[in-house]
Structure formats: C-alpha cells, structure tokens
C-alpha cells in the first residue's frame, strides 16, 4: 500500500488551524468592544476619596504673552557690532499702512469651584482646588492648586459637603464643610470650613459646631 506524502496530511491541518484562529477573532472582537471602558470614570484615579463641586465664578481669561521684555540690566538678544550702522525702519507704504492688526477680543468666562480629597501615598489625605469653566466644548479646568491649609493637617477625611447643594448659585463663590479625622482613633471628626469669596481669595478655618 503506497504511503502518503506528510506533505498531505499536513496541509489540511494547517488550513483548519488557519480557519479556527480567523473565527476566533471574530468571536473576540465584540467581546474586546464590550470591554472597552466607554465613559470617563473609568480613568478616574483610585485615589480620589471625594469630589464637591458648586458655586460660581466669572472672569477674563489669563493672557498669555509670546515672551517677556529683558529685565533692567539684561543684555538683549543681538547687540550690533561697535560702529555699525543702525538702519532706522522705512516708513510703511500702501496697504500695509492702512493694515492695522485688530485687537484681541477677550470672552468672559464663566464656570464652578470643585474641590477634590485624595489619599497621599501615607494615606493621609491631600485636598485641591479646582476652577472650572463652562465653554462649548464642555467643562474645562482652567486652575487646580493644592489647599496646603488642610493637607498640612494629615488627617483622614470623612466627609466633604456643599454649603449649598441647590446647585444653583446666584453670588460669585463657593463654601463647604471639610469633616476630617485628626487621626484614626479619634470617634468624631473636626469640621473645617472653606469660603471662596467673590474675587477668588480663599479662606480655611475651624468651624465651629
């Protein structure tokens, strides 16, 4: 009986392996899909403990300069060689002197406060301000700056609530309760207070209960 090349048993085998692994891909594809965080919590950071946000801010954006003049004393950019002429600038003709560049137009911009409690790497806890802007495109965090008063503490927070939580602020500015744990075996928490006045200044102090 003739024997069968190897060749011929082994090319029918590499196709179906070859059609297993194709229909393996179509199978996981919507699996893959599916699993794909969709929305934005899913890059929220595990150390994030508490979020408030509320009240209301308006104001002209920050400008932002294409360089800074020289400081008294510094040396330019170019100095001309000792002699050299110094070429004065001919006066502009035709269009060009006609064309004037228009004036930047600044927006007022509107938004909320958010303030946000994050475990330290110690487990204390860390706590920041954020200025939020609403544009467009949607919200738009324009400032984030740590609140050192209450992160020096190195307490355990518990608890952050809004002074207000009608959502719906007439006045510039922002209040909430911080409740935080001096430390782990203290029962009740202190109550610090954070107020944010109409021009922005920042105020933390001890509540008093």
């Known amino acids: 009986m003739p024997t069968q090349p190897a060749y011929l048993t082994i090319r029918p085998a590499l196709k179906l392996a070859a059609l297993l692994a194709l229909l393996g891909q179509v199978w996981l594809q919507p699996a893959l899909a599916q699993a794909a965080p969709g929305t934005e919590i899913e890059t929220l950071s595990d150390r994030v403990m508490f979020v408030v946000s509320g009240g209301f801010w308006e ?21 001309p060689a000792a002699g050299a002429a110094q070429a004065e600038p001919a006066p502009a003709t035709g269009a060009a002197a006609d064309t004037e ?8 911009q509107k938004g909320y406060y958010r303030i946000a409690a ?21 919200p738009d965090v324009v400032m984030s700056m740590e609140i050192a008063e209450l992160s020096d503490l ?3 927070v518990t ?17 909430a ?18 107020l944010i006045d109409d021009l922005g200044d920042i105020t933390v102090s001890r509540a008093d209960n």
């Open 59 to 79: 104001g002209l954006p920050n400008e932002q300069d294409g360089g800074a003049a020289p400081a008294d004393g510094a040396a330019p950019d170019s100095v």
């Open 154 to 156: 190195k307490g355990y």
């Open 118 to 138: 994050v475990r330290a790497q110690d487990n204390h806890s860390l706590f920041y301000l954020q200025q939020v802007a609403l544009g467009e495109d949607g």
């Open 159 to 175: 608890d952050i609530r809004p002074e207000d939580s009608s959502g719906s602020a007439s006045q510039p500015g922002f209040a």
């Open 177 to 194: 309760y911080v409740h935080m744990k001096p430390d782990l075996e203290t029962v009740e928490p202190e109550t610090w207070s954070v």
């Open 101 to 108: 560049p228009a004036p930047e137009v600044l927006t007022m």
